[in-house]
């Protein structure tokens, strides 16, 4: 069965350094998404993309995060400057359209020290 | 503003009993609802989806169904096994984007 593939499973950096969490999507789905899970809390959308632009983003989404899909199978999230409340599962997922069922990657869990 | 609850938030059954978990949502405009399966420290594996305009959906022993109009969803699983023990999640999409709003899950114990 199709997969969406992470990378890396675990993350570890230091507060104020760039992280780039990866990601691989089903090869024929369009629509692609970033989540994150703080331990102990609710699962939060961060931003859709679509057709190499953002379709929709949370207000958790702001100037220190981008994506982006720098060829055809990679699907990326880099934060900036990191902070301590950015450790969390970060979940790649994408979906064969806007409205179709999700298919979830295994997850980056992000330290930030 | 749309709120996903689950109910209970934890769970423990002996082996071999059946179990419902129960998913309410406060908005009715829903276009599909999706239940997870987490495993501890993993990711989230989908198994069922319900489309809007359906009242149920199966696979193997999972049920899920769909009541939109009272904000419902409830995940039926027969004959349960330890193997069953994981957190369980349902997610809503709306009609008018394109995020996932989720549940807190509720943790599921299965004692052999």
């Known amino acids: 069965e199709p997969e969406v593939t992470q990378t890396p499973s675990h993350q570890v950096t230091q507060m104020g350094q760039e992280v780039i969490l990866r990601c691989v999507p089903i090869?024929?789905?369009?629509?692609f998404y970033w989540y994150r899970q703080i331990l102990g809390q609710k699962v939060e959308f961060l931003v859709s993309?679509?057709?190499?632009?953002?379709?929709?983003k949370s207000e958790i989404f702001d100037d220190q995060f981008s994506v982006e899909r720098p060829d055809g199978s990679n699907f990326t999230l880099k934060i900036r400057s990191t902070k301590l409340e950015d450790s969390a599962m970060y979940f790649c997922?994408?979906?064969?359209?806007?409205?179709?069922?999700?298919?979830f990657g295994s997850g980056t869990r992000l330290t930030v020290v | 503003k749309q709120e996903v609850t689950q109910i209970p938030a934890a769970l423990s059954v002996p082996e071999g009993e059946n179990l419902v978990l129960n998913c309410s949502f406060t908005?009715?405009?829903?276009?599909?609802l999706q239940w997870f399966r987490q495993d501890p420290g993993k990711g989230l594996t989908s198994l069922l989806l319900?489309?809007?305009s359906q009242r149920e959906q199966t696979s193997g022993r999972l049920n899920a169904s769909l009541d939109k109009s009272s904000g419902r969803s409830t995940l039926y699983i027969a004959a349960s096994q330890p193997g069953d023990s994981a957190t369980y999640l349902c997610?809503?999409?709306?009609?008018?984007?394109?995020?996932?709003?989720w549940g807190a899950g509720t943790k599921l114990i299965i004692k052999p």
């Open positions: 997922a994408s979906s064969e359209t806007g409205l179709a069922g999700y298919t």
């Open positions: 090869s024929n789905h369009l629509y």
């Open positions: 993309f679509y057709n190499n632009e953002i379709s929709e």
């Open positions: 908005d009715s405009a829903i276009y599909n």
């Open positions: 319900i489309q809007s």
């Open positions: 997610a809503v999409k709306m009609d008018s984007n394109y995020q996932l709003i």
